[in-house]
């Protein structure tokens, strides 16, 4: 099936009557509003901190390690647990907080396994 000779400039035409019909509709964008004086804007109120939720730490130091408990809110979040000589953990209190979870980290993000197949 073959085109008519005329359809691009057919096609052409109608574009450009589009194009004309639009730039002819379009109005300059209206300027902005003014800016406010200076001192009419009032300063924003200072952040005020809440008590209840700042983490309440409490250190106990024994001979072989250093307990430090964290709560907020009064609820035991964690404890750190630094022995004297070793790698610092971490107990978790499970949902019940009657039974603890020992961590190495607070990441509980998942960890990929990054083993070396082949080196040369």
């Known amino acids: 099936m073959s085109l008519p000779r005329a359809l691009p400039i057919v096609v052409a035409t109608l574009l450009a009557a589009a194009l004309s019909a639009t730039s002819a509709r379009a109005q300059p964008a209206p300027p902005p509003p003014p800016l406010p004086a200076e001192g009419a804007v009032p300063p924003p109120p200072p952040l005020l901190t809440d008590p209840e939720l700042e983490p309440q730490v409490t250190i106990i130091r024994r001979d072989t390690e250093t307990l430090e408990e964290v709560r907020i809110g ?39 396994p990054l083993w070396v197949l082949l080196s040369w």
């Open 74 to 112: 009064g609820e035991l979040k964690f404890i750190k647990v630094t022995p004297r000589t070793g790698v610092p953990y971490y107990l978790v209190p499970d949902p019940n907080g009657r039974q603890f979870t020992r961590r190495d980290s607070l990441d509980i993000s998942i960890k990929v």
